[in-house]
């Protein structure tokens, strides 16, 4: 039995231990950057990215930052395929629980962002988006394949695409937008096609097409550009 002095010690513990605040619980994990969306060219898919993905965890990024978009590349860029681009948006800004997202957009690619944030409401959930060779103007090339293909009639110069494209404002809205371009591009004629008026332009020397998506200087340009 416990003597009246070691039961007024106990009480005693046990009021301190009531008083005692409870440990704070961890704070949720704060997203660092802007998930970046990519959108890969014609004729290519999501595994183009394999290395400016791999700059990008190595500047920081964490996987669950990064979505590699893959899509249908024969559709239609206006009617079916930017749609599908901001429903997949939205898909990323609620996994991730971010406002807005990065687009970072090869060749095709490019004019199905565009379409996205100038007609699908992508202006409010796109803070930066990036044109890597992106036949902003249309290229001459496309019109190899445009009998048979509609993504390339939408690549050609003067398509119903390009046309709305660069109607008015080329780069509406409060994203900020960079355009990267070679003067050596065999995919995209006249090279001048890609910069954008309103858009951070930058020349990347004599490169081909697909050779910007391995590039270490225009990776880090890429990557300096979402930081701003």
Same mark, same amino acid.
């Given at each position: 039995m416990l003597t009246p002095r070691q039961r007024l010690l106990a009480l005693l513990t046990l009021c301190l231990a009531l008083l005692a605040p409870f440990p704070a619980? /961890?704070?949720t994990?704060?997203?660092? #950057?802007n998930p970046v969306v990519f959108i890969h060219? @014609? =004729? /290519?898919?999501?595994?183009?990215?394999g290395g400016l993905r791999e700059d990008m965890r190595a500047a920081g990024y964490a996987d669950s930052e990064l979505f590699s978009w893959g899509y249908d590349t #024969?559709?239609?860029v206006n009617e079916v395929v930017a749609g599908q681009l901001?429903? @997949?948006v939205d898909q990323v800004r609620r996994q991730t629980g971010?406002?807005?997202v990065d687009i970072v957009a090869h060749s095709l690619g490019s004019l199905v962002g565009r379409w996205y944030v100038k007609f699908g409401g992508g202006t409010a959930t796109v803070d930066h988006w990036v044109s890597l060779a992106g036949p902003n103007h249309g290229t001459s090339t496309a019109w190899a394949c445009a009998l048979w293909d509609q993504a390339c009639r939408d690549m050609t110069p003067g398509s119903y695409v390009v046309k709305n494209l660069n109607a008015g404002d080329e780069t509406p809205g409060a994203v900020k937008y960079a355009t990267f371009w070679s003067n050596c591009d065999e995919v995209v004629n006249p090279d001048d096609s890609v910069p954008l008026a309103g858009a951070a332009n930058t020349p990347v020397g004599c490169l081909? #097409? =697909?050779d910007l998506l391995g590039d270490d200087a225009t990776s880090a340009g890429v990557r300096a550009f979402l930081a701003s």
């Amino acid at each position: 039995m416990l003597t009246p002095r070691q039961r007024l010690l106990a009480l005693l513990t046990l009021c301190l231990a009531l008083l005692a605040p409870f440990p704070a619980r /961890a704070a949720t994990p704060v997203q660092s #950057h802007n998930p970046v969306v990519f959108i890969h060219g @014609y =004729n /290519a898919d999501p595994g183009v990215w394999g290395g400016l993905r791999e700059d990008m965890r190595a500047a920081g990024y964490a996987d669950s930052e990064l979505f590699s978009w893959g899509y249908d590349t #024969h559709r239609s860029v206006n009617e079916v395929v930017a749609g599908q681009l901001g429903a @997949y948006v939205d898909q990323v800004r609620r996994q991730t629980g971010a406002a807005k997202v990065d687009i970072v957009a090869h060749s095709l690619g490019s004019l199905v962002g565009r379409w996205y944030v100038k007609f699908g409401g992508g202006t409010a959930t796109v803070d930066h988006w990036v044109s890597l060779a992106g036949p902003n103007h249309g290229t001459s090339t496309a019109w190899a394949c445009a009998l048979w293909d509609q993504a390339c009639r939408d690549m050609t110069p003067g398509s119903y695409v390009v046309k709305n494209l660069n109607a008015g404002d080329e780069t509406p809205g409060a994203v900020k937008y960079a355009t990267f371009w070679s003067n050596c591009d065999e995919v995209v004629n006249p090279d001048d096609s890609v910069p954008l008026a309103g858009a951070a332009n930058t020349p990347v020397g004599c490169l081909g #097409h =697909n050779d910007l998506l391995g590039d270490d200087a225009t990776s880090a340009g890429v990557r300096a550009f979402l930081a701003s």
